[in-house]
């Protein structure tokens, strides 16, 4: 489920996305701020939360689906292209980060957060800072 919708998409005054695609993009940008906030909002329902913490949760959301709009979203699902946040290899160790790591909990699920829609998100203490295990 998608924590926002074109209203609130457009009065954060993001990049234009057609009506037509607006649905995946919201619906992965939601995915990717549930990943990275440990699913809490989740659990809860977006409803428990203050207008505060609800309305950084939404602008999260439409940043994070401006950025896979503009990356676009193969890209930051596969880490390719602009989407990709880098690596490196040194003799026969390779270091893969960010959304490159196909078995990433959050490349599964949306790729991972953009720093703009991190940064929507860390007054609220909704960041999840734990361990994520694969299984």
Not at 11 to 27: K, N, Q, V
Not at 51 to 79: H, M, P, R, S, W
Request: net charge negative; with cysteine.
């Amino acid at each position: 489920m998608a924590y926002i919708d074109m209203n609130d998409y457009t009065a954060a005054h993001c990049e234009s996305i057609a009506a037509d695609d607006f649905d995946r993009y919201a619906e992965r940008a939601s995915e990717a701020v549930d990943a990275a906030t440990g699913w809490a909002i989740k659990q809860a329902g977006l409803d428990t939360f203050g207008a505060f913490d609800t309305a950084q949760i939404k602008l999260a959301c439409c940043l994070q689906a401006e950025y896979l709009y503009t990356v676009g979203i193969e890209n930051a699902l596969t880490g390719t292209g602009n989407g990709g946040t880098g690596g490196y290899v040194i003799g026969q160790t390779q270091i893969i980060s960010g959304a490159q790591n196909a078995d990433s909990a959050m490349q599964r699920v949306g790729g991972a957060l953009c720093a703009a829609a991190r940064a929507a998100l860390f007054p609220t203490g909704l960041l999840y800072s734990g361990v994520v295990t694969l299984g």
